[in-house]
């Protein structure tokens, strides 16, 4: 259970903002949000991770609404390069141990 | 540094043949874990080690086998490879159990079993 719901696919335009919402509602309070993406069947690509606040770096920014139970991927100005699956991750399975990957957002950065 | 280096990269297997997948971490983290990947689809856990010689199955083990004799090393085993596990294989470390802790992934191994 993946315990995360997100988009199937988004486009955005080359050089805008891209901002890709993830549900995960029963996010317990020690439960990071967790992005990851993964291009042409490369290995997954560790993005960003926050606990309650706002997290920036130099890939990207991380949203996580108050109450926890969403947050938003903003990628400030996508490039074509930027084109991968993104994967919200909040839980562990239930060996404890380990990422539970979900299907994704596919986002098409388009020219 | 390298990471987490998986090989081979590339392997084309006959049915019923059996291999072995490399993966090593110079992180010296803790956690080891063996995921697959099918065609369109999400990851799957195989198996995944909480320290040496430590293993335990994950959500699709049957027809894999892992040991980890070292913290570095943590090698997956086809014992009679099937068409079924044609896929692409990642391997991935985790400091520890901590929450806060990124997981780390290699490039992946593609398998096809003909």
């Known amino acids: 259970d993946a315990k995360t719901t997100q988009p199937t696919s988004m486009d955005c335009a080359e050089g805008r903002a891209a901002n890709l919402p993830c549900n995960h509602s029963?996010?317990?309070?020690?439960?990071?949000v967790y992005w990851y993406r993964q291009i042409h069947s490369q290995g997954p690509q560790y993005i960003i991770h926050?606990?309650?606040n706002n997290e920036t770096n130099e890939m990207a920014s991380l949203i996580i609404t108050e109450d926890r139970k969403s947050s938003t991927l903003i990628l400030p100005h996508a490039t074509l390069r930027d084109t991968a699956v993104y994967y919200c991750?909040?839980?562990?399975?239930?060996?404890?141990?380990?990422?539970?990957f979900g299907p994704g957002t596919r986002l098409s950065v388009l020219p | 540094n390298a990471g987490v280096t998986q090989t081979p990269k590339f392997q084309v297997l006959k049915t019923g043949q059996s291999m072995t997948l490399q993966c090593a971490q110079d992180?010296?983290?803790?956690?080891m874990s063996w995921y697959r990947q099918d065609p369109g689809m999400g990851l799957r856990l195989i198996h995944y080690?909480?320290?040496?010689?430590?293993?335990d199955q994950g959500e699709v083990p049957n027809g894999y086998n892992v040991s980890r004799s070292t913290t570095e090393d943590f090698p997956l085993r086809l014992l009679s490879a099937a068409p079924s596990q044609t896929s692409v294989y990642f391997c991935?470390?985790?400091?520890?159990?901590?929450?806060?802790?990124?997981?780390?992934f290699g490039e992946g191994s593609w398998l096809t079993v003909v």
């Open positions: 991935a470390s985790r400091r520890n159990r901590d929450s806060g802790n990124t997981i780390y």
């Open positions: 029963t996010i317990s309070g020690n439960e990071y």
């Open positions: 926050g606990l309650k």
């Open positions: 991750i909040v839980s562990l399975d239930n060996y404890g141990q380990n990422f539970v």
């Open positions: 992180m010296n983290h803790e956690y």
């Open positions: 080690s909480v320290g040496a010689g430590i293993t």
